[in-house]
C-alpha cells in the first residue's frame, strides 16, 4: 500500500500530493524519474501536551551537513524503495537502493562492503552476496541482507538489498542503478515492480540520529543535520523524549518509516527491531536487554516529517503510542514561539541536570560556567586511584566529576585531551559541543582524597584542591599554556609531596 495522506489538511500538502498521485496513476507510487524532490522546509514548533513527569529540556537548530562517508564510523545511504504490486507495508519485502559512498574510506568502496572482500561471487566492482553475510560468526544469522553493491563512480556506487525480494529482482535494480549527485537513481524497475519512496540524505541522518538514548542528550547540538528543529524532555537521566520536525514531505513518509529496516548492518547493533504501520503513521521499536526505543514517523501539520521517539537504557516504562499520538496531535508549527523560546535558552544560566552535585560555578568574559558532578554511566570518570564514597551515598552509582563545563545558553565545553598517571589525571577543556570555536579554556585536575594541594610542573605554585564526591579536584580557568606531557605534583595536608 501506498503513502496515505487523507488526515492533511495543509494546502500546500493537498496540491504537492495531488501533483504526485496524477503523476503516478497508483497512490503513493512515484514512477521512476518523477520523484519529487523538493521537500517541505522544517519549521519551529510548540508542543501541547507531554506525559507527566517529564522535564523540557533544550531546543536544537543542527547545521551539520549530512556525512556519507568517514573511515572511522561509516556514513549514511540515502535510498529509494522499492516495493511489489500490491504491497502490503511489510518491510521485508521491499528492496532498498542505496547510495555508498566509500571516498573517505581507507580501504575505499570495498571497506563498505560485507566482509570487505570475502565472499566476492564475481567481479572487480560487483559484489554479490545471495545468501547475506554472517560475518564471522554464521551460526549466529545474517548480519547483513541479500545484497549486490555495484561501482557506478571512483568510490561510489550502489548498495541494492532485501530479506525476501527475488535475487533476480535485486540483481536486475543493481543493473538499472546509478547516481544522481548524492541520490541513487532507477533507470527502469522489472515488471511488477514500483518505486514508491525516497529519503534525502538529511531527512536520513536526522531520523537516524535524533531518535535520542539517555546518554546521548548532552552531545544533541553534534547530532542530525541541517534540515530539522528538535525539542528534548527528560525523566530524570533515565528516559528521554525526542520530537522533531524534518525537511520531507508525503512522498518521504513511506521511506521515512522504513528507516531501520533500511539500515544494512542493523543486526549488528544488537537486540530486536520491530517495525509496522498504523493508518498514517509508521512505529519502530528497539528493544536489547532492558534498553528500549520506541520512534514514531508521521506528517507535521504542515506535511513535513514528525518524528517522536521515547528512550530507556535502564528498563524504565516508557509512554504508551497512545499518549505518544496524543503528543502527536499537540503538535504546532509556530516560528516565532519556537524564535522567542531559542532566544531565551541561549541566554539562560548553565543549570544542574536531574540528580547532579554543583562543585563549583563562575563566570569568564560573561560567560557563566558550572563545574557539576554526576552518578549517570555517561560519565565513569573516577577521581583518583581509589575512588570513595561520601556517607549516604549508593555505592553502586557514586557521584563522579563531569569531565565538561556546562556553559550559558545550555552549550558544553568538553576534553579535548588528557594526560596523566594512575594518581592523577589532567583534561583539557577546549573542545565546544556545537564544534563553535570555545570561549575559553580550562584544566581539570582530577586526584585522590588525600591530595590537599599541587602543582602543575616542578617548582610552580602550588593550587589548593577541593573536595568532590569521590575524591577532589582542581579547575583552572583559563588554561596555562602548559607541555601537555607535564606530570602534576601532588601534595598531602602537611605540605609533603606524595610520591607517584
Known amino acids: 500500500m501506498g503513502v496515505r495522506t487523507r488526515h492533511v489538511t495543509a494546502t500546500l500538502v493537498t496540491l504537492v500530493l495531488a501533483v504526485a498521485l496524477t503523476a503516478c496513476g497508483d497512490r503513493g507510487v512515484i514512477p521512476v524519474g518523477q520523484m519529487d524532490r523538493t521537500p517541505l522546509r522544517s519549521q519551529g514548533f510548540t508542543v501541547g501536551w507531554v ?10 537548530v543542527p547545521t551539520r551537513e549530512p556525512v556519507l562517508s568517514d573511515d572511522s564510523v561509516g556514513g549514511i545511504e540515502p535510498y529509494l524503495v522499492v516495493a511489489p504490486d500490491g504491497w502490503t507495508d511489510d518491510p521485508d519485502e521491499v528492496v532498498f537502493v542505496a547510495l555508498v559512498d566509500g571516498s573517505a574510506n581507507q580501504g575505499g568502496l570495498e571497506q563498505a562492503v560485507p566482509g570487505y572482500s570475502n565472499d566476492i561471487e564475481f567481479g572487480a566492482d560487483r559484489w554479490r552476496f545471495p545468501n547475506g553475510y554472517g560475518g564471522d560468526r554464521p551460526a549466529d544469522g545474517p548480519a547483513a541482507p541479500r545484497q549486490v553493491v555495484v561501482r557506478v563512480e571512483a568510490e561510489r556506487g550502489v548498495r541494492v538489498h532485501s530479506e525476501r525480494a527475488p535475487m533476480r529482482v535485486i540483481d536486475a535494480l543493481a543493473d538499472a542503478a ?4 548524492n541520490r541513487p537513481t532507477l533507470t527502469h524497475v522489472p515488471a511488477g515492480w514500483k518505486v514508491v519512496a525516497e529519503l534525502s540524505a538529511s531527512a536520513m541522518a536526522n531520523l537516524d540520529g535524533l531518535a535520542l538514548w539517555p546518554s546521548q542528550v548532552r552531545y544533541l547540538p553534534t547530532i542530525g543535520a541541517a534540515g530539522s528543529h528538535v525539542r528534548v524532555w527528560s525523566r530524570g537521566d533515565r528516559v528521554t523524549l525526542t520530537v522533531a520536525t524534518i525537511d520531507g514531505s508525503p512522498s518521504e513518509l513511506t521511506a521515512a518509516g522504513l528507516l531501520r529496516r533500511a539500515d544494512v548492518w542493523r543486526s ?4 530486536t527491531e520491530s517495525i509496522e504501520r498504523t493508518g498514517d503513521t509508521w512505529w519502530s521499536e528497539h528493544r536489547n536487554d532492558g534498553a528500549r526505543r520506541l520512534s514514531r514517523v508521521a506528517l507535521a501539520p504542515d506535511g513535513s516529517l514528525l518524528l ?3 528512550a530507556t537504557q535502564t528498563g524504565d516504562p516508557l ?6 499520538d496524543r503528543l502527536a496531535a499537540s503538535v504546532t508549527v509556530d516560528r516565532a514561539a519556537w524564535d522567542a523560546e531559542l532566544a531565551a535558552q541561549r541566554g539562560a544560566p548553565p ?3 536531574a540528580g547532579a552535585v554543583e562543585l563549583e560555578r563562575g563566570e569568564v568574559g560573561g560567560i557563566e560556567w558550572l563545574l557539576q558532578a554526576t552518578s549517570g554511566a555517561e560519565d565513569p570518570i573516577e577521581v583518583g586511584p581509589t575512588p570513595t564514597t561520601l556517607p549516604g551515598e549508593p555505592s553502586a552509582a557514586p557521584q563522579r566529576v563531569e569531565p565538561a563545563l556546562h556553559l550559558t545558553g545550555g552549550r558544553t565545553l568538553l576534553p579535548g585531551g588528557s594526560t596523566g598517571t594512575a594518581h592523577a589525571r589532567t583534561i583539557t577543556l577546549d573542545h565546544m559541543d556545537d564544534d563553535s570555536e570555545a570561549p575559553f579554556a580550562a ?12 602543582a602543575l610542573s616542578p617548582g ?24 601537555p606531557m607535564f606530570v602534576v605534583e601532588r601534595f598531602d595536608a602537611a605540605g609533603r609531596r606524595i610520591p607517584d
Open 351 to 353: 543549570a544542574l541536570r
Open 308 to 310: 517522536i521517539s521515547v
Open 268 to 271: 549488528g547493533h544488537g537486540g
Open 319 to 324: 509512554p504508551s503510542r497512545a499518549e505518544l
Open 51 to 60: 506525559p507527566d513527569g517529564y522535564e523540557a529540556g533544550p531546543l536544537a
Open 460 to 483: 610552580a605554585d602550588r593550587l589548593r584542591t577541593t573536595r568532590a564526591p569521590t575524591g577532589r579536584f582542581v579547575l583552572v580557568i583559563p588554561s596555562p599554556q602548559t607541555d
Open 443 to 454: 584544566l581539570l585536575v582530577l586526584v585522590d582524597d588525600q591530595t590537599m594541594s599541587i
Open 178 to 181: 546509478g547516481l544522481d549527485g
